[in-house]
């Protein structure tokens, strides 16, 4: 019903920046709200952000002030801008999308942060 397909992972040197994005298709009107986790290496995965239709958002504290989410509803696409980033955000980002019951993952784009 939804499709996912992210993409503008890559490597960067710690203090840099990289911009993901989300591309959903499908059922759209069916998709309550939008995130990014992230899975690093020997750890679970984990919320980095949240937006809603309403556009509310939520941020996991580790990465509060240096990541933003956004969305652009004409093209169906959410953004994740990612600021001063250090070692620690290395992981693979994966896009979420939430039904009013359950939802679909992305297949997950890999972020290295060298020091």
């Known amino acids: 019903q939804v499709q996912l397909v992210e993409s503008g992972g890559g490597l960067v040197q710690a203090g840099g920046s990289l911009r993901l994005s989300c591309a959903a298709s499908?059922?759209?009107?069916?998709?309550?709200?939008m995130g990014w986790y992230r899975q690093a290496p020997g750890k679970q995965r984990e919320l980095a952000a949240r937006?809603?239709?309403?556009?509310?958002?939520n941020y996991a504290d580790s990465v509060k002030g240096r990541f933003t989410i956004s969305r652009d509803n004409a093209k169906n696409t959410v953004y994740l801008q990612m600021n001063s980033l250090k070692p620690e955000d290395t992981a693979i980002y994966y896009c979420?999308?939430?039904?009013?019951?359950?939802?679909?993952w992305g297949q997950g784009t890999r972020v290295t942060v060298l020091s």
């Open positions: 979420y999308a939430e039904l009013r019951v359950g939802g679909y």
């Open positions: 499908g059922s759209i009107f069916s998709i309550n709200a």
């Open positions: 937006i809603t239709n309403g556009g509310i958002t």
